[in-house]
C-alpha cells in the first residue's frame, strides 16, 4: 500500500500501537512526537515505512513542518491520525482521523 499518513502521539502508547498496525498493515507512516530518543528508535526499528518528525502539535508551525517533510517524503499527505484533544489546526486545513 503506497498510503502516507501521520500519526501524532507515535513513539509510545496507543498512537505506538496505531503506527505499529499501520506499517504491519502496509502503510507509510510519519511518526510525529515531541520525544525525539522514541521516535528515532521507533522509526529505526519499523524501518522503510516510517519517517519520524520531532514536533509538538500544540504548535502550528511544527505541525506544519510535520506535513512538508511527509510531503517531501512521500509526495503526499492522505490521511492523518491525532492522538491529542488539543490542537490548533487552522480552517483551512482538512483532516480525515482513521479509526481502526
Not at 36 to 53: M, S, W
Not at 59 to 85: C, I, L, N, P
Amino acid at each position: 500500500m503506497d498510503i502516507p499518513l501521520t500519526c501524532t502521539a507515535a513513539a509510545s502508547g496507543i498512537g505506538l500501537a496505531t503506527v505499529e498496525h499501520l506499517v504491519a498493515s502496509g502503510w507509510n507512516v510519519t511518526v510525529i512526537d515531541f520525544n525525539a530518543v522514541n521516535g528515532l528508535k521507533v522509526a529505526e526499528r519499523l524501518g522503510k515505512q516510517t519517517l519520524f518528525v520531532e514536533a509538538n502539535v500544540a504548535s502550528y508551525q511544527e505541525q506544519a513542518k510535520a506535513f512538508a517533510e511527509t510531503y517531501r517524503k512521500w509526495g503526499r499527505v492522505d490521511f492523518g491520525e491525532f492522538s491529542h484533544k488539543f490542537t490548533t489546526y487552522p480552517p483551512s486545513i482538512v483532516l480525515t482521523v482513521v479509526v481502526l
